[in-house]
């Protein structure tokens, strides 16, 4: 059994995941409070994943709490501010954020801040900013980005959420993407597009760059529906008990896969009582064009079955991803490396695993040591996962092709649509594993 702990040094804590919810809402900002060192690579990592600077000349965030970065400032604490109070230094910087004209800020203690046991929520309301605030006193210290992400963002929808809620027929609040996800604007996108499709309103992507209007409205959606179980699984639980929406989701795979997809579109029409008939379509028309292609490439080479593959990343998106690539395209997981995990996930991967008596190696957050000795044993022929899995790769030397699908990953320039989930993912998917396998054999 995977256990629910890490030693890994290079995942994202739950600080990270606290700021990310801020960021991922259009003019909304995270201000840490904190010293310099816990903001500048999330600062510089969120403007590559979503850029928004307001301002093109970065002389304009040349200041005392931006240091050049347009994105996640931070009230620079030092010693003496962890000694004597850091209430000096949050009003410094709250009074320069004053001049941005942000939607909503939240004031995110770091680790350290809340151990010193500064009262932020008092520090705050002494201020009484002219602007809306979320404070975060604590982000769980040292617990996972997914922790720090769903505290902190049902704090902001208890903050912006409006009351008389008037319910939209069929529509649906997107819950568990993030901006630090790989590829996440066109995975959105295609969610989007096959659910108006189906006549589905999309209310709110809580998050994941929305704008704060329509975060707004999150109670006017009849339904949530979890994309990352890892990500949504509390703050649905939240938004159902709180406000009485009903959730979809969290029981079925993401849409990684023609199976998965399937099943998930199927389990919001179902909910809203409508065909099917859509998502059919959608299905044999991805199934018909994959199916010529698998074809020919079976005729011109040895094709996909019988390579073996390794792939790293989150529980949700990890065990559709696996399924499919085992049972559609005939290749052999040979590893598996989890980061976060929700437990769905984790039993479906397990019991795939023991239900088709697989030998794979199975890893909950390796660290880049075990990355590179059981892909050094197995030698998979591809391998799924991010720049930490690339380079590794690449340090070994061996012909092994790499597929980018999890963060880190900010090695290719992407502005075509090219979605890994839902039915056009499928496209994408076998489009790169086609391509890598070619490169093996060449």
Not at 40 to 69: E, K, L, N, R, W
Not at 132 to 139: C, K, L, W
Not at 152 to 179: C, D, F, Q
Not at 347 to 363: F, G, P, Q, R
Request: with cysteine.
């Amino acid at each position: 059994m995977m256990q629910n702990s890490s030693s890994s040094v290079h995942r994202p804590d739950s600080l990270a995941g606290a700021v990310t919810a801020f960021e991922g809402i259009n003019n909304a900002c995270a201000l840490i409070n904190g010293p310099l060192g816990c903001r500048v690579y999330m600062a510089y990592i969120i403007q590559i994943q979503d850029p928004q600077a307001t301002h093109i000349d970065t002389d304009v965030y040349v200041s005392d709490f931006y240091f050049g970065q347009p994105r996640a400032p931070a009230t620079f604490l030092d010693e003496y501010d962890y000694v004597n109070s850091t209430e000096q230094k949050v009003k410094a910087a709250l009074s320069q954020l004053s001049k941005w004209n942000h939607a909503l800020v939240g004031i995110i203690n770091s680790p350290g801040t809340s151990l010193i046991g500064d009262d932020l929520v008092n520090i705050v309301n002494k201020i009484n900013p002219k602007f809306p605030t979320v404070s975060i006193e604590s982000t769980a210290f040292t617990g996972t980005f997914a922790d720090g992400f769903k505290r902190s963002t049902i704090e902001i929808l208890k903050k912006v959420m409006k009351g008389n809620h008037r319910k939209i027929p069929k529509s649906v609040n997107l819950i568990g993407a993030n901006i630090f996800q790989y590829n996440w604007e066109n995975d959105l996108d295609e969610i989007k597009r096959t659910l108006n499709l189906m006549g589905i309103k999309v209310v709110s992507t809580i998050c994941a760059g929305e704008t704060l209007g329509n975060l707004e409205q999150t109670g006017n959606a009849e339904l949530d529906v979890v994309l990352y179980e890892e990500y949504g699984n509390s703050i649905a639980a939240f938004l159902e008990k709180e406000y009485g929406i009903p959730a979809v989701g969290i029981k079925e795979p993401a849409p990684f896969g023609l199976t998965a997809a399937e099943n998930w579109f199927a389990s919001i029409a179902s909910h809203f009582g409508i065909s099917n008939q859509v998502i059919e379509q959608e299905s044999k028309k991805i199934r018909m064009k994959c199916y010529r292609t698998l074809e020919r490439v079976s005729q011109l080479t040895d094709g996909a079955k019988g390579k073996t593959f390794a792939v790293f990343g989150d529980s949700s998106v990890v065990a559709p991803l696996t399924i499919f690539l085992h049972r559609y395209l005939g290749i052999y997981p040979e590893i598996i490396g989890l980061r976060e995990v929700g437990p769905q996930n984790q039993a479906l991967i397990e019991n795939y695993i023991s239900e088709n008596s697989l030998d794979t190696v199975c890893l909950f957050n390796p660290d880049q040591y075990e990355i590179r000795n059981n892909l050094t044993s197995r030698s998979p022929d591809l391998i799924f996962g991010s720049v930490i899995e690339e380079r590794i790769s690449k340090i070994l030397k061996s012909k092994q092709e790499f597929i980018p699908i999890s963060f880190p990953y900010t090695e290719k320039i992407m502005l075509s649509y090219r979605p890994l989930i839902g039915f056009n993912g499928v496209l994408t998917l076998i489009e790169d594993t086609l391509n890598s396998i070619k490169e093996i054999e060449s």
